[in-house]
């Protein structure tokens, strides 16, 4: 099983939906995470953190449940500059090279 | 305040050649990284740093090396470049180990063909 599990989609949705994607881990011990959006062959972008129970930014909101070890994403009124794959990213505390990238999620807004 | 920037931007390499990919970031960050991200695949860790003077292999570290004399400065290393070194790099750089100052922070890439 891999560390750090994520929907390859491609999600395919009309501009103004709602989202939702999922990334569950297996390391218990781990501390902090991280959704980034990545556009083709471009760095990955910090989209946001999670460091408690959920964070949400604008149109942007994710969860953290640690008792089932995933964390989620949803994205409110998607816009066409939403399409994009949006990488899950799991970090262990006490570790600095313990970053797990999830294989990312592709999302595609259509007009 | 540049971030992280990483030089050049693109390469062709003849098979055997070797070279350097400049990373250097400003924001005073302690970890520095190097991946590379093959077509539709995910992140690799090939090389880290957790301040000037250490270094430790990741995940995918043969045929590259790095060095870190500076706080500011990670360049990696290819010697004998081959084929299945054809990849973006990615360096990438972190303030300190915990929340909240534990976010990594991408440079541009360097796009290598290796033919």
């Known amino acids: 099983r891999k560390e750090v599990e994520q929907d390859p989609g491609p999600f395919n949705v009309p501009e103004g939906a709602t989202v939702a994607f999922n990334c569950t881990y297996s390391?218990?011990?781990?501390?902090?995470f991280f959704w980034y959006r990545q556009d083709c062959r471009k760095e990955p972008k910090l989209l946001m953190s999670?460091?408690?129970s959920g964070n949400e930014d604008g149109r942007f909101t994710a969860q953290l449940n640690r008792a089932s070890q995933y964390i989620s994403l949803l994205i409110r009124d998607s816009k066409l500059s939403d399409s994009a794959t949006y990488l899950c990213?799991?970090?262990?505390?006490?570790?600095?090279?313990?970053?797990?990238f999830g294989s990312g999620t592709r999302l595609s807004i259509r007009p | 305040n540049a971030g992280v920037t990483q030089t050049p931007k693109f390469r062709i390499l003849k098979i055997g050649q070797s070279m350097t990919l400049q990373c250097t970031q400003d924001?005073?960050?302690?970890?520095m990284y190097w991946y590379r991200q093959d077509p539709g695949m995910g992140l690799k860790l090939i090389y880290y740093?957790?301040?000037?003077?250490?270094?430790d292999k990741g995940e995918v570290p043969n045929g590259y090396n790095v060095s870190r004399s500076t706080t500011e400065d990670f360049p990696l290393r290819l010697e004998l470049a081959a084929p299945s070194q054809t990849s973006v790099y990615f360096c990438?750089?972190?303030?300190?180990?915990?929340?909240?100052?534990?976010?990594?922070?991408f440079g541009p890439g360097t796009r290598l063909t290796v033919l």
């Open positions: 990213v799991v970090k262990k505390y006490s570790s600095a090279s313990k970053i797990i």
């Open positions: 390391n218990s011990a781990s501390q902090s």
């Open positions: 999670v460091y408690s």
């Open positions: 924001m005073n960050h302690n970890y």
């Open positions: 740093s957790v301040g000037a003077g250490i270094t």
């Open positions: 990438a750089s972190i303030l300190a180990g915990g929340p909240p100052t534990d976010t990594q922070y």
